[in-house]
């Protein structure tokens, strides 16, 4: 298989309009003969729903939430970069761009990430229009703040709960076509398999949630915006529904996973307590505005953190990136506290974390100035914890957050299999082996507010479609295996609970191909992840039936593909000998411990093609050329 | 580390919509302080699976207190006791060794009973979607500076976006009404110039839709402020029951 990424000649600053004005248009009375199948509703999701409803086409989308405002895209907290340049403080698109670049290590298409650097200024102006309350100055202009990898303030953000606002802002946008009859909403339907007819994406397969039936939906396009796959490793900051199913079997159906071992381990997270905890909760990354990172500079310092005099701490991110700071990307920051704790400086009870201290700023600001800005991070602090981090500094460990891979898409978003689109996290496209902070929300509401409507035009001008019903053969033998595999499930009737499978693959993951990995540790996790997927396909045990509402089952589809797609991860792990960005091989690193990247071997895309299970996967490679950016050793210092 | 509690757990238990329900006792050994009150119910269901019973059904997601998906009626109050703070956020640590802890589902007609704790709340989408929205399409916008909007209105606009739509408020609501969730949205983008030019019908439409879906009126008892997880104030519906008359007579 040849990729072809699509990728526009000319200068990057040209590519993406010269790109539009090739793109094949449908005049507007012919786009109401459309349907586009859309799922997931996170905010690459809805804005693409509502912005293809709003062109005429008419829309399906479907979520396994009971509505779609509770995609996970709501608890982003941060905020949203935008190279406006309110500020006045040098920031542009191309800086934006050669941020992104670096920031991800090298390992992302310079093409992608110029046109998301140069339509995210429109994100913000769309934001503002639909009524998102942004934080503002006292003049009544918006405010900014600044994120990691970046010297200049262009993230906008409402409080900490900036997700939540753009979420609620797209989600306005598509019930408005919802009330305009263009988006017809199915909600607690999980899309558990991708439907080909005649080589082309037409339709989904989805168990209903509330009765367990089988049902498809029928489209000339598919779009997924369905997600990362966090949830993987049992315990990261996603929400417990976050789930990898719908790519994963769309990659079983020939779509081709790219970067998967790309996972990023966000530094500032509240840190494990003990083996009841269910998930992990994200302080947002906006504290490194006005915290500090230090650990004892003595190992089993007994003292309280109030009590250990500034000669006896290490700001050590501080000591090593003097130019950045507290604000090195997060890669860095994760690895260095980890780095920090394993040499026995690390603090709490667990001895697995580190301080994030306001008290400067406290002392500087008032403790007004930080309630202000991160007063709900406070309190979620105290409810978790039951301690006061306006009195002492939180404590804070890495933790899994976000995934930089996911299925494999060109220039037009467009997967491996014609007509199946993938936005938002769901793809690998924009964040090479990193992502900086507050580009998640950027990447999601550029691919479905400015990105999508303008390429899946040009599909379906381009293409000739059959008429295609849920009798087709396509679709019932999708149907037939789903209720095939659900009935397998139901009869194993074993002994141990989905979570239990859950635990044991989180802790190889974890353990194997977590933070830090080495070929050892990959070959083991190679080798232990399918031992436990045996296990679970010959002990889960799901209780109650298949017929009506069953949470049980619901997790046990979305472990039984975790299985799968773990297994792959440490495989692409392991063939990626350099490190880049959140992939750290514990061989390949500088003196100073910073990632080495191999850039002579590894300056491509690793695109993997599912051969079955048990098999081996097939590696395709798109190779990256850098042309604007030049690779070198990031330096933060 | 505090010591581990014994608790008792009385929780509504209903097949499905139309099944008859009722309250069935569990003993909880061994929960933790420092367990939120989400986890302890993950243990139960994880023991009931072992000894070959069905798991108790709830709404959860995120578990920060943001995506407004989990409920529960806990001791007779949306969220349990806490102010402030939606059931994924709340700790054992809130409860004491030996305590008697009833959990239900929201009771409102406009809810209805999914399974065991799960209610549907899609009746909050189709009041959204009538006219929870300011009109503008993808393109085509303004500058984002170009409307300029004072901090002290920003603040208060943000204030009632804030809302989680979790439904506490017709849960603790004697009359099951949905007015703070619909002011909450209505004073969002009445207070914004964004939302100014359709604040008549939105108004009308909205109030209509809640009608049309069964909520009850608001009789002042402001029960959903005090159990609004977001802490979303009344003041809202006084802002609503302006916009409302205004729309109507002016």
């Not at chain 1, 992502?435 to 999508?452: E, N, P, T």
């Not at chain 2, 505090?2 to 097949?15: D, E, G, N, Y």
Request: aromatic residues 8%.
């Amino acid at each position: 298989m040849k990729l072809n990424s699509k990728i526009p000649g000319g200068p990057i600053e040209k590519k993406w309009d010269d790109h539009r004005f090739h793109l094949k248009l449908i005049n507007p009375a012919n786009k109401r003969k459309y349907t586009v199948v859309v799922v997931g509703t996170g905010l690459a999701g809805a804005s693409a729903a509502a912005s293809l409803a709003e062109l005429g086409y008419n829309v399906i989308t479907l979520c396994y939430h009971e509505s779609p405002r509770r995609a996970h895209s709501i608890a982003a907290q941060g905020g949203i970069n935008a190279p406006k340049n309110y500020t006045n403080d040098g920031d542009s698109v191309y800086r934006l761009f050669y941020d992104t670049v670096k920031g991800g290590d090298y390992r992302a298409r310079e093409a992608n990430v110029y046109r998301l650097a140069q339509v995210s200024g429109s994100i913000i102006d769309q934001c503002v229009a639909q009524g998102v309350p942004f934080a503002r100055e006292y003049g009544g202009l918006l405010d900014n703040r600044s994120f990691g990898g970046a010297q200049v303030s262009r993230t906008f953000y409402a409080r900490g709960q900036t997700g939540q606002q753009l979420l609620l802002g797209a989600y306005s946008a598509m019930v408005r076509q919802m009330d305009a009859g263009k988006v017809k909403l199915f909600a607690r339907r999980e899309m558990l398999d991708l439907v080909v007819v005649d080589g082309k994406a037409r339709g989904v397969v989805c168990r209903n949630l509330v009765n367990g039936s089988i049902e498809s939906y029928v489209g000339d396009a598919v779009i997924l915006a369905t997600g990362g796959y966090g949830n993987v490793f049992y315990l990261s900051t996603n929400a417990m529904m976050c789930n990898g199913s719908a790519t994963w079997r769309a990659h079983k159906k020939g779509a081709l996973f790219g970067n998967p071992c790309f996972t990023q381990i966000h530094p500032t997270c509240i840190p494990v307590s003990s083996g009841h905890q269910s998930k992990l909760t994200l302080m947002s990354e906006s504290l490194r505005n006005d915290g500090r990172i230090w650990v004892p500079k003595a190992k089993d310092d007994k003292r309280q953190a109030t009590d250990i005099p500034e000669s006896d701490r290490d700001y050590y991110l501080e000591r090593l990136y003097p130019s950045f700071g507290n604000l090195v990307p997060r890669d860095v920051a994760s690895r260095r506290a980890k780095e920090m704790c394993d040499k026995g400086l690390g603090v709490g009870p667990t001895k697995l974390a580190v301080y994030l201290d306001f008290a400067d700023t406290i002392k500087r600001n008032g403790k007004e100035y930080i309630e202000e800005k991160y007063g709900n991070l406070f309190d979620m602090y105290q409810q978790i914890t039951g301690e006061n981090a306006y009195v002492s500094p939180m404590r804070i460990y890495p933790a899994v957050h976000y995934t930089m891979g996911g299925l494999w898409v060109d220039y037009n978003l467009e997967s491996t299999i014609p007509g199946m689109f993938v936005l938002g996290e769901a793809n690998f496209s924009d964040h090479g082996a990193n992502r900086l902070g507050a580009s998640a929300l950027m990447q999601g509401l550029a691919d479905g507010y400015f990105i999508i409507p303008y390429t899946i035009g040009d599909y379906l001008a381009s293409n000739k479609f059959t008429p295609v019903d849920t009798s087709h053969a396509a679709f019932q033998d999708a149907e037939k295996g789903l209720s095939a595999m659900t009935k397998k499930l139901m009869g194993i009737n074993g002994k141990r609970t989905v979570d239990d499978f859950h635990k044991a693959l989180g802790k190889v993951m974890w353990d194997d191909v977590g933070m830090a990995r080495d070929a050892k540790s990959l070959k083991n996790a190679i080798k232990e992840i399918p031992r436990i997927r045996e296990e679970f396909w010959k002990d889960v045990r799901i209780p109650g039936s298949d017929g009506n509402f069953n949470q049980e089952l619901e997790k046990a589809h979305r472990v039984a593909d975790f299985l799968e797609l773990g297994e792959l991860m440490a495989r692409d792990a392991l063939h990626r000998k350099e490190s880049c960005g959140g992939h750290f091989r514990q061989e390949y690193q500088t003196a100073d411990g910073e990632a080495l990247r191999d850039d002579k071997k590894f300056s491509y895309v690793a695109a993997w093609e599912f051969k079955g299970v048990d098999k081996t996967p097939a590696l395709h490679k798109e190779p990256l050329k850098f042309e604007y950016v030049k690779p070198a050793q990031r330096s933060y210092k | 580390m505090s010591s581990s509690m014994k608790i008792t757990l009385k929780v509504w238990r209903q097949a499905e919509k139309n099944a008859r329900g009722r309250l069935m006792t569990y003993s909880v050994p061994d929960v933790s302080p420092d367990m939120s009150f989400l986890e302890m119910l993950d243990m139960v269901n994880n023991t009931l699976v072992r000894k070959g019973e069905d798991a108790i059904a709830f709404d959860h997601d995120c578990r920060e207190g943001i995506c407004g998906t989990c409920s529960l009626y806990i001791n007779g109050r949306a969220h349990g006791p806490l102010k402030g703070v939606a059931t994924c956020q709340l700790h054992m640590r809130s409860f004491s060794d030996g305590d008697t802890i009833v959990v239900e589902p929201w009771r409102a007609s406009p809810f209805p009973v999914i399974k065991d704790l799960v209610v549907d709340r899609s009746s909050f989408d189709r009041i959204m979607q009538a006219g929870g929205y300011v009109s503008v399409r993808t393109g085509g916008v303004p500058d984002a500076n170009a409307i300029p909007i004072p901090k002290a209105v920003a603040d208060e606009a943000f204030d009632a976006a804030a809302c989680i739509g979790c439904g506490a408020c017709v849960a603790a609501c004697k009359n099951s009404s949905a007015m703070l969730f619909v002011s909450a949205k209505v004073s969002q983008l009445a207070l914004l110039p964004q939302g100014n030019a359709e604040r008549r019908q939105r108004a009308e439409r909205m109030v209509a839709q809640m009608d049309a879906e069964g909520f009850g009126s608001c009789s002042n008892t402001y029960a959903c402020e005090a159990e609004c997880p977001k802490e979303i104030s009344v003041s809202n519906i006084a802002r609503l029951n302006r916009e409302f008359i205004r729309a109507k007579v002016l």
